[in-house]
């Protein structure tokens, strides 16, 4: 269990359900030796999760999920960055979250009666931490829609009555965000964001040129398949691999802590990806 290691989590500070340190502090109940807290286009809970690892004495690691601006769901973590560009930056994409769900949110009242109020209640803490998670949560329990997939589907996604645009950092602005602020450079869950290798292939080194490290190849639903083509680029390219399990907590009750579809994460993958800062 020492051995385990999880790189791609979530707090309440985005779409996740527990306090970055009820984060630290199920990691340490589940054996593991690192984990990194991933939050969507925010430090916010930074701080508190470092200070309770260190309390726990388990190895924390601060990062980030940057969504970019891509046709797809194509998102970039960010492990270890800091310094005064990466807060200036980091705090434009969380004024850009904000505006973005305010629009999303007055919308979804205009068309269904559902307000902010509703939205956020036991789940996120403020219109910040609100995610589109959340709102397809509050579509589905109002009874619009079967399911949160089916909720993003017909509404929430690109192009559907309640989605909005928002201010995004293209995948290589990304990527040069948290190379130039001494981080390490993950593309997380690839197979979200193109259907082929050849499209992997493309992206993966258009990322490399402007610094990418490693690609997710270890995730909480992967199929094997998906595993092996996400591996293939990765060599193909000349990146490392990470892995996480994109933990959610009670937003996403079949992913576990640690967890990923061919067991877990070893701490080698960390030691090789900290070369590289």
């Known amino acids: 269990m020492k051995n385990r290691v999880d790189l791609h989590t979530h707090s309440n500070k985005s779409d996740g359900t527990l306090t970055p340190r009820e984060l630290a502090r199920a990691a340490k109940a589940a054996g593991l030796a690192a984990i990194a807290l991933t939050d969507h286009d925010t430090d916010d809970g930074i701080e508190e999760f470092m200070a309770e690892c260190d309390r726990l004495g388990i190895e924390g690691i601060p990062g980030i999920e940057i969504s970019t601006d891509f046709p797809r769901l194509l998102h970039i973590v960010g492990l270890y960055p800091h310094g005064e560009k990466y807060k200036s930056t980091v705090a434009r994409l969380k004024d850009a979250r904000l505006e973005r769900n305010l629009k999303m949110l007055k919308l979804i009242q205009d068309k269904f009666g559902i307000t902010p109020e509703e939205v956020l209640e036991g789940e996120a803490s403020d219109a910040q931490s609100c995610g589109r998670l959340h709102m397809a949560k509050a579509i589905v329990k109002r009874g619009y829609a079967k399911s949160v997939d089916d909720a993003f589907d017909r509404y929430l996604k690109r192009g559907r009555p309640c989605y909005a645009e928002k201010f995004s950092l293209s995948p290589a602005d990304s990527v040069r965000l948290i190379k130039d602020c001494g981080g390490i450079a993950v593309w997380a869950h690839p197979v979200s964001a193109v259907d082929t290798v050849d499209e992997m292939l493309e992206a993966a080194k258009k990322m490399k040129a402007a610094g990418l490290d490693a690609m997710e190849c270890m995730y909480n639903n992967f199929t094997p398949e998906q595993s092996e083509m996400c591996r293939y680029a990765a060599e193909k390219v000349g990146l490392m691999q990470s892995g996480g399990s994109d933990f959610h907590g009670g937003n996403k009750p079949d992913v576990k802590l640690g967890a990923v ?15 590289v800062i």
């Open 261 to 275: 579809s061919e067991g877990f994460v070893p701490y080698e993958i960390l030691e090789r990806l900290k070369t």
